[in-house]
């Protein structure tokens, strides 16, 4: 299997923040000054997707964003709030970062918490 490349959108830290699905042409109906804001760069969408995950691990400072629970790197789930199916991203702003029963919980699989 091949790994794909995907444009990315890079915060002022210059990680990634968003990852769009195709070349992000919606961004010609942005003003001047809000695209000089937006960094666009193209990079493999493995390594885009892993940092956003550990920037969503470290936002939560260890504890599932759902119901506080402890969760390392390895054990936690990152959890799109908007799915990609319905029109979401893979984002910063779109995803959160929970425990194994809870993400169960939000995909309808079995009951929340512990």
């Avoid at 493995?46 to 550990?54: F, G, I, M, N, S």
Wanted: proline content about 4%; some cysteine; overall charge positive.
């Amino acid at each position: 299997m091949t790994n794909k490349s995907v444009f990315v959108e890079l915060n002022e830290k210059g990680r990634v923040s968003r990852i769009f699905r195709k070349y992000p042409w919606e961004l010609r109906k942005v003003s001047p000054t809000e695209l000089v804001r937006k960094v666009i760069k193209q990079m493999s969408r493995t390594k885009a997707v892993a940092e956003v995950r550990r920037q969503i691990f470290l936002r939560s400072a260890g504890q599932c964003e759902l119901c506080g629970a402890l969760v390392t790197e390895d054990t936690g789930h990152m959890h799109e709030k908007i799915f990609r199916s319905h029109g979401g991203e893979i984002s910063l702003a779109n995803s959160i970062y929970v425990c194994p029963p809870c993400h169960r919980g939000e995909h309808g699989l079995g009951r929340r918490g512990a």
